[in-house]
C-alpha cells in the first residue's frame, strides 16, 4: 500500500503536459531479448469518457503523448488509457515474443496487433476482473504473445481501465519467448522460496504461541499471516491457485491483505514494545487509535469498494507506520532493548521498499537488488521481528528466573532468620577468639610469632617429629642495634626489624619453616635440614638477605644493618628427647659464639644420635661489603 502511494507521488510529479507529438520509432527485435524495457518507445493517450474505440483511438492525431519512463504508472484515474508502440524484426529468422504488462493486478486490458501496414487486425482480452482462464497465456502476470515474420512490422495498442480508479504500476518489457519462460521459472523460485520462509516462520511462532502462550507471539503470526495472504495476492499466486474464477474477491482481498498487515504490525509494536507501560499515555492511545483506523479499512474492502479501500488504507497505514516507527526510536533513545529490533526491521524494510521504487521512476538503476527489494527488506524484516521475540523470550525467562530466586531466597531468609542471627554471633565471637589468639601468640611489630608461641609450638614439633627426621634452629639478632636505636632512633629501629622480618619471612618457603621473634632485636627460626651443610646453607642465605636490605648503619663496620647466627642442628635420633629450652640454649650459646667470631656470621653446632656435641669450630665470619 505504501509503495501505491509513492507511485502515484512521483507520476504525478513527472507528467508530461499534453500535446501532439510524432509516432515514436519503432522498436527493433535483434532476437534474444530478454526483460527490454519498453517504455521508451510508447506513447499513452487518455480517454477521460472511456468513449473511444480501437479506430477512433488509431486515427488520432492529437493528445499523444510519452509514456512516463520506466513504467506505466497512472495513479488514481477513472480515465481509460490507451498505449502504443510498434515493433520491426530486424533479425534474419522469425521471432516468438512475449509482451510482459509486468503487474498482475489491472482490472481491465485489452490488445490490439496490426499487421500488414494495418490491414490484419489481432485482438485479446484480460484482466483480473475477467477469469483466469480468459488470459492468453497462463500465466501471473498479464502478457501479449506475438510472432514476427522476417522484416515484420507490428503497431501494437493497449487499452487499460480501472474498476474504481486505482491504477498500479505497469513496467512493459519484451521477452524472447524461451527468455519469458526461464525468468517466469526463476520468479517463482525465488517467491516461492521467499513465501516459504513467511510460511515457516508463521508456524515457528504458532507453535511457539500454543507452547508459552504470550500474546506476542500470536499476533506475531497474525501479522506473518496477513503480510503472507497480501504478498500471495499481490504477486498474483492467489488468483491463479486459489479463487481464479473470484476476480472480484481477489480484488477485495488484497486491500484486505494489506489493512491487515498495518493494522497488526501496529498492535505488534504495541505488545512487542509494551507501549502501555513505556510511553506516555497519549502516546499508547495515539498509536491504539490508528490500529482501530487500519481495522476500519477492511469495511468498504469487504465491500467491494476496491480504490475507496486502497485510498483510505493509504491515510491510514502510513500515518501509523509513521508513528509507531517514531515510538520505536523513540524507546530506543531511553534504553529498550526490544526498540533495536523494531527499528532495524522497519529500516531495512523501508530502504528495501524505496530502493524498488526509485528503480521503477528510473533514480536508481536496475539490478538485484532494487528489483527484489521489497522481498529481501521485508524477508530481513521478518527475520529481525523472529529475533527480536527469541531475545525478549529469553529475557522473560531469565526476568522470571530471577524474580523466582528472589522469591525462594526470601522464603528461606525469612524462615532461617534467627539460626543466620545465631550462627552470625557464633561467627563473630569465634573470629574475635581466633583474633585474639592470633594476637596472643603474634608479635605486633614484625608479624613474626612470639616468645610464648615458641614455646608451644616447639613441644608440638618435637612431640610429633619422628625418629628420622633432623631439626635445626637458628636464632639471631641485629648487630650493633642498641648503636642504630641511639643514632636513628627508636622509630627507625621499629622500621629496621620491620623490614628484616619481612625479608627472612620471605626465606621461608616452606609451610614447616617458623619464624618467631624472641624478644628485642632477637629472633629465632625453626626449620628442618637433611644434614648439618644443609642448615649451614640455609642459614647463609637468611644472613645475605639480612646484607642485602642495605639499611644504613654507620654504627657497623659493614656500614649497613647485618645480624649474627647461631644454628643449632640435630640428628633424627635425638630430636624427640629434646626440650624447647634446650634448643633455645643451644642456639643461644651459638648466637655468643657468632658474635665473638667478629658478628655477621653463622655459628653452627652439630649434635648426632651418638649424643656427641660437636661444635663448629670456625665461626665462618662474613664481612659484608656494603
Not at 497505514?317 to 516507527?325: E, H, K, N, T
Not at 642448615?535 to 647463609?540: I, L, S
Request: glycine share 8%; with cysteine.
Amino acid at each position: 500500500m505504501l509503495i501505491r502511494v509513492w507511485l502515484c507521488l512521483v507520476c504525478w510529479l513527472l507528467a508530461t503536459p499534453v500535446g501532439a507529438i510524432e509516432t515514436s520509432p519503432p522498436l527493433e527485435v535483434r532476437g534474444g531479448e530478454s526483460g527490454v524495457a519498453i517504455s521508451q518507445y510508447v506513447q499513452v493517450l487518455e480517454d477521460p469518457g472511456r468513449q473511444l474505440d480501437f479506430s477512433a483511438v488509431r486515427t488520432r492525431t492529437t493528445g499523444w503523448q510519452p509514456g512516463p519512463r520506466d513504467a506505466l504508472v497512472f495513479g488514481y484515474s477513472n480515465s481509460a488509457w490507451w498505449a502504443r508502440w510498434s515493433l520491426r524484426n530486424v533479425a534474419q529468422q522469425p521471432q516468438s515474443l512475449i509482451i510482459d504488462l509486468g503487474n498482475p493486478r489491472q482490472d481491465y486490458v485489452e490488445w490490439f496487433v496490426l499487421r500488414e501496414g494495418g490491414r490484419q487486425l489481432e485482438h485479446s482480452r484480460g484482466g483480473d476482473r475477467h477469469p483466469f482462464r480468459e488470459r492468453a497465456v497462463i500465466t501471473r502476470n498479464f502478457v501479449l504473445p506475438l510472432s514476427l515474420a522476417t522484416d515484420e512490422h507490428l503497431e501494437i495498442y493497449v487499452r487499460l481501465q480501472s474498476y474504481d480508479g486505482l491504477f498500479e504500476a505497469m513496467p512493459l518489457a519484451l521477452y524472447q519467448r524461451t527468455a519469458f519462460l526461464a525468468a517466469d521459472d526463476r520468479e517463482n523460485l525465488l517467491f516461492g522460496l521467499y513465501h516459504g520462509e513467511l510460511l515457516a516462520l508463521a508456524l515457528y511462532n504458532l507453535l511457539l504461541f500454543v507452547a508459552v502462550r504470550e500474546r506476542v507471539f500470536g499476533v506475531y503470526v497474525l501479522y506473518l499471516s496477513s503480510f503472507l495472504l497480501w504478498s500471495f495476492t499481490f504477486r498474483g499466486y492467489s488468483f491463479q491457485y486459489f479463487w481464479p474464477n473470484s476476480p472480484a474477491f481477489n480484488n477485495d482481498i488484497l486491500t484486505v491483505g494489506a489493512a491487515l498487515c498495518f493494522a497488526f504490525i501496529g498492535l505488534f509494536g504495541v505488545v512487542y514494545l509494551r507501549m502501555r507501560e513505556s510511553v506516555p499515555r497519549w502516546l499508547s492511545n495515539l498509536n491504539l487509535g490508528l490500529i482501530v483506523a487500519n481495522f476500519l479499512v477492511l469495511i468498504p474492502a469487504l465491500m467491494g469498494h476496491y480504490a475507496l479501500g486502497a485510498e483510505l488504507g493509504h491515510f491510514a497505514g502510513l500515518p501509523m507506520a509513521l508513528v509507531v516507527l517514531a515510538t520505536a526510536i523513540w524507546l530506543l533513545q531511553r534504553g529498550s532493548r526490544q526498540a533495536r529490533f523494531f527499528v532495524a526491521a522497519f529500516t531495512i524494510v523501508g530502504i528495501g521498499a524505496s530502493c524498488y521504487i526509485l528503480q521503477i521512476v528510473n533514480v536508481l538503476p536496475t539490478n538485484w537488488f532494487t528489483t527484489w527489494g521489497v522481498q529481501i527488506g521485508s524477508a530481513i524484516e521478518m527475520m529481525l521481528l523472529a529475533l527480536g521475540l527469541a531475545d525478549s523470550m529469553n529475557t522473560l525467562k531469565a526476568d522470571k528466573l530471577r524474580a523466582e530466586r528472589a522469591a525462594r531466597e526470601a522464603q528461606q531468609a525469612l524462615n532461617v532468620r534467627l539460626e543466620q542471627q545465631v550462627n552470625e554471633r557464633t561467627q563473630a565471637l569465634e573470629l574475635a577468639n581466633r583474633r585474639l589468639h592470633e594476637l596472643a601468640i603474634t608479635d605486633e611489630l614484625t608479624g613474626a610469632f612470639n616468645r610464648r608461641h615458641f614455646n608451644a609450638f616447639c613441644e608440638d614439633a618435637l612431640s610429633q617429629h619422628g625418629r628420622r627426621d633432623a631439626l635445626a634452629f637458628c636464632m639471631f639478632d641485629l648487630d650493633y642495634f642498641k648503636l642504630f636505636n641511639d643514632r636513628y632512633g627508636h622509630q627507625a629501629g621499629d622500621s629496621a626489624l620491620r623490614r628484616v622480618a619481612e625479608v627472612v619471612q620471605s626465606q621461608l618457603r616452606r609451610s614447616h619453616d617458623v619464624l618467631f621473634r624472641l624478644g628485642g632485636e632477637e629472633f629465632g627460626v625453626l626449620f628442618t635440614a637433611a644434614s648439618p651443610e644443609t642448615a649451614k646453607q640455609f642459614v647463609e642465605g637468611l644472613r645475605q638477605a639480612v646484607v642485602s636490605t642495605a639499611i644504613p648503619h654507620s654504627g657497623n663496620p659493614a656500614g649497613v644493618m647485618t645480624a649474627s647466627f647461631g644454628v643449632g642442628w640435630w640428628g633424627a635420633g635425638v630430636v624427640y628427647r629434646m626440650t624447647p629450652d634446650q634448643m633455645y640454649a643451644e642456639a643461644d650459646a651459638m648466637l655468643y659464639d657468632a658474635k665473638e667470631a667478629g658478628r655477621n656470621c653463622v655459628a653452627l653446632s652439630v649434635i648426632y644420635a651418638t649424643g656427641q656435641h660437636k661444635l663448629n669450630s670456625e665461626a665462618n665470619s662474613q664481612t659484608a661489603t656494603g
